[in-house]
């Protein structure tokens, strides 16, 4: 692990309320960072408790990276620098490892500076991980900062959020992110090839504003992926291919994304429906063939298909069989489509 010294361009604002804390001697005991996937809330947690652990911070707030503490942590062995994640991916955070957090705690800091624990996603504590870490927010210990960082704090109980101070990351205009995003792609070595302003566009749309998310899908393709669920999507409302075959093809691609991909393209085709603009659509690339699409499709029906796929990324989250639920999602399109 390397220390961050370096804020993401659309933090600013957060990092200097952050700051302010520590100049005001005003640290919390308990600080809740929500927001989407990809604004870089882990890299912001992150950065604000190395600099708590610093001996010597710079001007700025950030960590001078050469003290003791800075690296410890750079060698991920600062005995006051505690992360709490789940175990295994997929898995959420149990009560064994609230329980040895708790046991850790009733123990002294080891250096004079504060203590860390950054909680990640906290909202993947089960019930009775939840119950047992509300002890350590009701009896804080000395010189203690807990950090819990998560995308969906409906999920955290009321009690947890409660007693947290609380700090939202937004997405950055378009442009900034745009921005930052071909920066980052053209200081790659070797350059990143996807350089043409309306792809990086098109990434940053995909991601819904967040840039993390969008270098992520320019370094893995994920346009290229998408482009491909799309023609198999049309193919399917052209009665051209099956949809229980396209499900089983795409049982192994990202859920979440797919749902996702498959909502905005019904939320366009609702949009084209009250003649929106092509700027206000999800996919603008796609507009002539969502066009299309709408001119012979019932609003009664997308509305309903919507519906289930609203539904649908909240059961993501369970042991649902992602075939069938992708086997009942292109079914209801491939009907919706036959109708006409």
């Known amino acids: 692990m390397t220390v961050p010294n370096r804020l993401l361009p659309w933090q600013q604002h957060q990092w200097e309320h952050l700051c302010s804390y520590i100049a005001q001697k005003r640290i919390p005991q308990a600080l809740l960072i929500t927001g989407n996937k990809g604004l870089g809330k882990q890299q912001l947690a992150t950065q604000f408790a190395v600099a708590l652990l610093c001996a010597t911070p710079q001007t700025n707030g950030t960590a001078c990276g050469h003290c003791s503490s800075c690296l410890l942590v750079n060698a991920e062995t600062h005995p006051d620098f505690i992360r709490i994640q789940p175990e295994e991916p997929g898995k959420g955070i149990g009560i064994g490892q609230i329980r040895s957090l708790i046991s850790r705690l009733t123990l002294k800091p080891q250096f004079e500076t504060q203590r860390v624990v950054i909680v990640n996603p906290a909202d993947k504590m089960n019930n009775a991980a939840a119950n047992a870490f509300l002890k350590c927010l009701e009896e804080p210990t000395e010189r203690t900062s807990i950090i ?161 796929l609203l539904s649908d990324r909240q059961r993501l989250d369970t042991q649902i069989n992602k075939q069938l639920l992708f086997e009942e999602v292109l079914i209801q399109w491939h009907e919706l489509n036959r109708s006409k």
């Open 148 to 308: 819990l960082i998560t995308e969906k704090p409906a999920k955290l109980p009321a009690t947890i959020i409660s007693r947290c101070q609380k700090l939202a990351l937004v997405n950055p205009d378009k442009e900034v992110a745009v921005k930052w995003l071909a920066d980052i792609l053209l200081n790659k070595s070797p350059p990143a090839p996807l350089l043409q302003r309306g792809d990086l566009y098109r990434n940053v749309s995909l991601a819904q504003g967040a840039p993390l998310l969008a270098l992520e899908y320019a370094n893995d393709q994920t346009l290229t992926l998408r482009n491909e669920c799309f023609d198999a999507w049309m193919a399917i409302a052209k009665q051209l291919k099956s949809p229980v075959i396209i499900a089983e093809a795409w049982h192994k691609l990202p859920a979440s994304a797919l749902i996702f991909w498959m909502t905005s393209w019904v939320i366009d085709l609702i949009k084209c429906f009250y003649h929106a603009q092509v700027a206000n659509l999800y996919n603008p690339d796609l507009n002539e063939q969502i066009q299309e699409l709408s001119q012979r499709l019932e609003l009664k029906g997308l509305y309903k298909l919507y519906d289930l």
